[in-house]
């Protein structure tokens, strides 16, 4: 019977983190509006399956952009990373 409480009470521990986390902003989310914030707190349970087709629609749309843009994207992400 105790391992079950000791069990119970682990779980309990892990969802109180979890919870806490969820409501505790990362440095990255910091930076983002109220509006952002709600929105990631809205998808924050998506799939990975999800975040693949989203990422990987965003990319095909991205490749569809002149190449001369693509090249100057490349440049300013060369010269960022310097």
Do not use: C, F
Request: glycine content about 6%; hydrophobic content about 30%.
């Amino acid at each position: 019977m105790s391992d079950a409480k000791a069990n119970r009470s682990s779980s309990e521990k892990k969802a109180k983190d979890r919870e806490s986390r969820k409501q505790t902003p990362t440095s990255s989310e910091k930076s983002l509006t109220s509006k952002e914030r709600d929105t990631v707190a809205e998808h924050g349970n998506l799939s990975p399956l999800t975040l693949y087709s989203i990422m990987l629609r965003e990319g095909e749309d991205e490749l569809q952009r002149p190449k001369i843009s693509l090249w100057w994207s490349g440049v300013a992400a060369g010269v960022g990373i310097s």
